[in-house]
């Protein structure tokens, strides 16, 4: 069964580190670009970045540049989003998706809840 579970994400203060976790089952991540996005309550969902096959990575929110990190373990399938300096407006369901490149993105996990406050 295809497969993309999102864990690592609660509750951390302004300034604080999360790391995200992307695994895949059923499929090897090897072949497909991964992207993490999220979507907060009352706004419409929106790209941070993505690492592409050959794991270069592009962002796809300036907002989140200089703060977060994409990278990829294809030994456990895995990509995870490293998250610093994190922000209350970094509150949000986030997401990650697969695709055949970084823009087209068309199979997606349930999400991870981060929270962001003091």
């Known amino acids: 069964q295809v497969q993309l579970v999102e864990s690592g994400g609660g509750l951390v203060q302004p300034g604080g580190s999360l790391r995200l976790s992307c695994a895949a089952s059923?499929?090897?991540?090897?072949?497909?670009?991964i992207g993490w996005f999220r979507q907060a309550p009352g706004k419409e969902r929106e790209g941070l970045l993505c690492?592409?096959?050959?794991?270069?990575?592009?962002y796809y929110a300036d907002s989140v540049k200089g703060r977060f990190t994409i990278s990829r373990d294809n030994a456990r399938n895995t990509v995870y989003l490293q998250m610093n300096s994190l922000k209350p407006e970094d509150t949000a369901v986030y997401y990650c998706?697969?695709?055949?490149?970084?823009?087209?993105?068309?199979?997606w996990g349930q999400g991870t809840q981060v929270t962001v406050s003091s």
């Open positions: 998706a697969r695709g055949p490149n970084c823009g087209r993105h068309n199979y």
């Open positions: 059923g499929f090897s991540l090897t072949y497909y670009a």
């Open positions: 690492i592409s096959q050959s794991d270069r990575s592009t």
